[in-house]
C-alpha cells in the first residue's frame, strides 16, 4: 500500500498521506508485514469515524512528553515520601536482605506496569485503571480499579499535606504557630489547592524536574548528616534483619521495611494515564526501567546512612534523635525545604488523574480553556476532593498509621495484584473485541511472579500496619502523649499545656486516656480540641 493511496477498511476511509493516517501505518505492531490490519487496530480505525475523531486527535495533541521525562515522574510520584522512609526500610530488613527485597518488589512493580501498558495499548480509549477493568471484567472489573486506584489517591493526599506543614515547621517556626503542625497545614493548602489546577501531567513537567532535585537534595542531606553528626543510641545493623532482640518486634521491623518498598516506587498507578503522553507508547518500557534505577539509588544512600546512624532510626529520617534535626541547624533548613517542595509535587501529580476523573464525572462536555469561568469550573471540581484532603489531614490521629492503612489497602492491589489478575483474565477468558489467546511460558512466569510478591506485600503490609498499633514501643506518637498525660495530677492547665504540642486527634485522645486513670476530673476535658488557639467546641 502506497502512500497517498486510499484504503477501505470496515467502510472507513482515510487518507494515508494525512499525518494522523501515515503516522498510524507506520505505528508498530498495528499491521503484519503484509498489510492486513491485526485486531489492535480497531480502536485506532474506530477513532478516525465521524465524531468519535475527537480520541485520536487528543492523542496526537498529547504527545509531547519524552521517555525520561515520563521516567522521572514515575519516580518523583512516592519518591519526595519515600526517601524519608527508605533508611528505615534498610535497618529492619539488613543491608543485603533490604536491597534484595527493594530488587523484589521494584521488579515485580515493573513488570506489573508492563502488564498494565500491554493493555492499554490493546484498549488506548481506556483513560484510567477502571477503564481497562471495564474491558475485562465488567462494572465489577470498573468499580474494583477505580476503588483502589483513585482511593488510594484520595488518602495519600491528607498525607501529603501533613508532610508539606511538618517540612515548613521544619524549616522554622511561624511566630504565633507554637508548636502546632496544624497551622503550617493551613499555610500550605492554599498552594496545594493551587497545585490541582495544573489539569495534565503535560503542565505540570517542571515541577516533576523540581522535584527530582529536591529529592537529590533531601538524599544529599541525609548522608551529608550522617557524616557530620554521630548518632549517640547506634546499634549496628545486620546484613539479613534486625537485632531487636524480642522475635515479635523483630518480625513486625521486617514487614515496616516490607511496606516501604512496596509504596516507595508505584509505577502501575500512572502507567494508563503516561503511556498515553508519549509519541511511542512503547517507550515507555525505557522509562519504567529509568525509575526503577532512581529507586535502587535512593535504597543505595539508605544503606548509607544506616551504616553511620545504625538500625533504629525514625520512619520518618527528620525523627531520628540526633543533633542534625536540630531546628536552625543548614543540613535540617536544606532537608526540610526540599522536602516541602518534593511533597508539593507529589500532592499535584496526585490530583492531576483525580482531578480529571471528576471533571469527567461531572462534567463530560467541560471544555478545558483557561478563561476564568473554566477555572473557576475546574476549582469547583477539585475542590471537595481537596477540603476531603485538608480535614482528614487534620482530624486523623496518625498520619502514620492512615500511611500504613491507605499501602495495605492500595498500593499493592494497584502495583501487582491487579495487573496480574486482568492480564490473566484477558488472556483466559477474553475481553471486549478481543478474543482468548493461550498464555506463553514468559507469560504465566510473569504474571505469576507478579501475582506471588503482590499477595506477600499485601501480607507483610497489613502486618506492619497491625503491628505497629498492637506493639507499645513501635505504636505511634498519640499513645506515648496519652500515656504521658496519664501521669498528670487533674490539673487543666497541664491538660491544655500539652493541648497545644499535639494534633487534633492526638489531644483528643491524650484527655481520654487521661480521664480514664482518673487523674483528670471529667469537668475539666475537653477544653481544647485542636492546638492552641483554635477551638472547635467548648463543653
Not at 185 to 195: G, I, K, P, R, S
Request: glycine share 10%; proline share 6%.
Amino acid at each position: 500500500m502506497q502512500k497517498g493511496t486510499w484504503c477501505t477498511c470496515t467502510c472507513i476511509n482515510m487518507n494515508i498521506s494525512h499525518p494522523l493516517c501515515a503516522r498510524l501505518f507506520r505505528s508498530p505492531g498495528l499491521f503484519r508485514s503484509n498489510g492486513n490490519l491485526i485486531r489492535r487496530a480497531g480502536p485506532y480505525l474506530k477513532a478516525m469515524e465521524g465524531a468519535q475523531d475527537t480520541t485520536l486527535l487528543e492523542r496526537e495533541d498529547t504527545s509531547y512528553m519524552g521517555w525520561i521525562h515520563a521516567g522521572i515522574t514515575i519516580f518523583c510520584f512516592a519518591a519526595p515520601s519515600a526517601v524519608m522512609a527508605m533508611p528505615f526500610a534498610i535497618g529492619n530488613a539488613g543491608f543485603l536482605g533490604g536491597m534484595i527485597l527493594c530488587l523484589i518488589v521494584t521488579g515485580a512493580s515493573i513488570l506489573g506496569a508492563k502488564l498494565l501498558l500491554r493493555l492499554k495499548l490493546l484498549y488506548p480509549d481506556c483513560k484510567t485503571f477502571g477503564d481497562i477493568g471495564f474491558q475485562v471484567l465488567g462494572t465489577p472489573g470498573k468499580i474494583w480499579g477505580n476503588l483502589i486506584q483513585l482511593g488510594n489517591f484520595c488518602l495519600f493526599m491528607p498525607c501529603a499535606l501533613r508532610f508539606c506543614g511538618l517540612a515548613l515547621k521544619g524549616i522554622g517556626n511561624f511566630p504565633g504557630f507554637d508548636e502546632c503542625v496544624d497551622y503550617y497545614v493551613f499555610v500550605v493548602a492554599f498552594v496545594c489547592l493551587v497545585t490541582t489546577q495544573v489539569r495534565s501531567f503535560k503542565n505540570a513537567q517542571c515541577f516533576t524536574v523540581l522535584s527530582l532535585a529536591c529529592v537529590i537534595g533531601m538524599v544529599l542531606s541525609m548522608v551529608y548528616a550522617s557524616f557530620r553528626y554521630e548518632n549517640p543510641h547506634k546499634i549496628p545493623a545486620m546484613w539479613f534483619g534486625n537485632p531487636e532482640p524480642e522475635e515479635g518486634l523483630r518480625l513486625i521491623r521486617l514487614a515496616g521495611g516490607c511496606s516501604i518498598a512496596a509504596w516507595a516506587f508505584i509505577p502501575g498507578f500512572l502507567t494508563v494515564e503516561l503511556s498515553s503522553c508519549l509519541a511511542e507508547p512503547s517507550e515507555f518500557n525505557k522509562s519504567l526501567l529509568l525509575a526503577g534505577a532512581l529507586n535502587v539509588l535512593g535504597f543505595c544512600a539508605g544503606c548509607v546512612v544506616i551504616a553511620r546512624w545504625g538500625y533504629k532510626v525514625g520512619e520518618v529520617i527528620a525523627v531520628t534523635p540526633v543533633m542534625a534535626w536540630t531546628p536552625g541547624l543548614a543540613v535540617n533548613s536544606v532537608f526540610n525545604a526540599c522536602q516541602l517542595g518534593g511533597n508539593f509535587v507529589s500532592y499535584m501529580l496526585d490530583s492531576v488523574p483525580l482531578g480529571r476523573f471528576c471533571q469527567r464525572a461531572w462534567a463530560p462536555d467541560f471544555k478545558d480553556t483557561w478563561s476564568a469561568g473554566d477555572i473557576g469550573r475546574y476549582l469547583t471540581y477539585t475542590l471537595p476532593v481537596f477540603a476531603f484532603a485538608l480535614t482528614l489531614s487534620v482530624f486523623t490521629p496518625s498520619i502514620n498509621v492512615l500511611l500504613d492503612f491507605t499501602t495495605a489497602l492500595t498500593t499493592p492491589w494497584v502495583s501487582h495484584v491487579y495487573p496480574a489478575v486482568i492480564y490473566w483474565r484477558l488472556k483466559t477468558r477474553g475481553g471486549i473485541n478481543v478474543p482468548p489467546q493461550p498464555m506463553t511460558i514468559k507469560e504465566k512466569l510473569i504474571v505469576s511472579y507478579v501475582f506471588l510478591v503482590g499477595c506477600l506485600a499485601v501480607f507483610a503490609c497489613f502486618v506492619k500496619a497491625i503491628g505497629f498499633l498492637v506493639f507499645e514501643e513501635l505504636r505511634p506518637k498519640f499513645q506515648a502523649i496519652a500515656e504521658e498525660l496519664g501521669g498528670l495530677e487533674g490539673s487543666p492547665s497541664n491538660v491544655e499545656s500539652l493541648s497545644h504540642r499535639s494534633h487534633i486527634g492526638v489531644t483528643c485522645m491524650a484527655i481520654l486516656r487521661a480521664d480514664s486513670t482518673n487523674h483528670v476530673p471529667p469537668a475539666n476535658l475537653i477544653r481544647k480540641v485542636g492546638c492552641d488557639g483554635w477551638l472547635l467546641w467548648k463543653p
